[in-house]
C-alpha cells in the first residue's frame, strides 16, 4: 500500500489490528516507532515479548496475571470475605485505580447473552458459587456495567448465591461532577428512588 | 496505577506514548494483545523487532527503509528526471498510496523553522541541489504542506534551484469531492486565481 520494505508493512498491517487504532493511526505510529526505535521501538519488543511469555489468567478469579495465582488472590491482607464481581479485567483495573476496595475479585469474562451463546459456565459463575463457600464469603459486590446483558446477569448471580451469602450491587446515581441537565432520564429516575435522608 | 504485573504495567507505559494512544487506550489495547496473545501479540512483538533491527534512513533519498538505498531509489524505472521533494515520510507514503507520480523523491525531514533552528543544512537542501546535479534531473515538484513553514521553504528550493532544473509545485484548489460551503476563504480565493478554462 504504502510501498515501504515488507517488514515495516507487515508492522502497520498488526498494529492496525489493535482496538483505536486503524490504518492512518497505525502508520503514524510506526512512523514515530521508527524515529524512536532505540529508545521506544526496541523496549516495546522487549516488552510485548515478555508479555506474551508470561501473561496468563489467574486459575481463581480470571484476573490477568503472569503467575497461577494473581497477587491480589494471594494476598493475605485481602481476604477480608467481601468478593467483588466484575465483568472483565478492565473493569477490575478501575476497581483498583480508585483504591477503596480491599477484598478480591471474581472476573467473569462477560456478561450472560443469549446471542453470543454466554452461559453461566462460560462466566465461570459454577466457580463464583464454589469460591463462596470455600472461601467463606460473606459479602459479593456486583460490580457489573448498567446495561440490560449486565442487570440479566447480576439478578442471575443473585439468585445462585441466595442464601449463602450478601449479595449487594454498586449505587447508580448522578456521578460525582455531573450535571443534571446533561444526565439522562434513566440515571435522574434511579437517583431520584435511592434519594437519601441528609 | 492499575496493581497489574510489572510486566504488564511496563507495556502499558511504553504504548501510552505512541501518537494517538492515551493510559486509558494504552490499557484497552493491552487487554485486548494479551486476550489474543497468539494471534497478534506474538507476532507484533516479533514484527517490531525485525523494523527495530532493520530499519534506516535511505543515504540517497532520507526514505525509510531496510537497505543502505531504499527501494525507490534503487528501481532503475523511476530514474525518469522528476524529483518529489516531500516533509516527511508520512507524505511519501501518501504520494505512493495515489500511486500517479512515477519518479522518485527526497525527503526533507522538517520545513525552515527559526523556531525550531531547522535551517537547510538539516532539511538536507545542499544534498538536493547536490542530487539535481548528478542525477540530471529536469523538474523539481515540491509537494509541501501548504502552511507558512511549508511555503517559505519551498520559495527556499526554488531560489537554490534557479536555473538548474524546473520547480513546480503541487495545484492548490477545491478538494475532489469538497463542498464550496465547508471551504475556508483561503482555498476558495486560491482556486479562484488558479481558475481554468473548461
Redesign the interface.
Known sequence: ?????R??E??ID??A?????GPR?A????????RK?GL?????????????V??RECVVCGN????EV???CTSEKRATGELCVVE???DL?AM??ASVFKGRYHVLGGTLSALDSMGPEELRIPKLVQRVVDEGITEVILALNATIDGQTTAHYIAEELEGRCAVTSLAQGVPIGGELDYLDDGTITAALKARKAL
Chains 1, 2 share one sequence.
Request: proline residues 6%.
Open positions: 500500500m504504502t510501498n515501504a520494505p517488514e515495516i507487515n508492522l498488526l498494529m489490528r489493535l482496538p483505536g487504532l493511526s502508520r503514524r505510529a510506526v512512523l514515530y516507532l521508527i526505535r521506544l521501538l526496541a523496549p516495546l519488543a522487549d516488552a510485548m515479548h515478555q508479555v506474551a508470561t501473561a490477568v496475571s503472569t503467575s494473581c497477587d491480589i472483565d479485567v478492565a483495573w483498583e485505580r
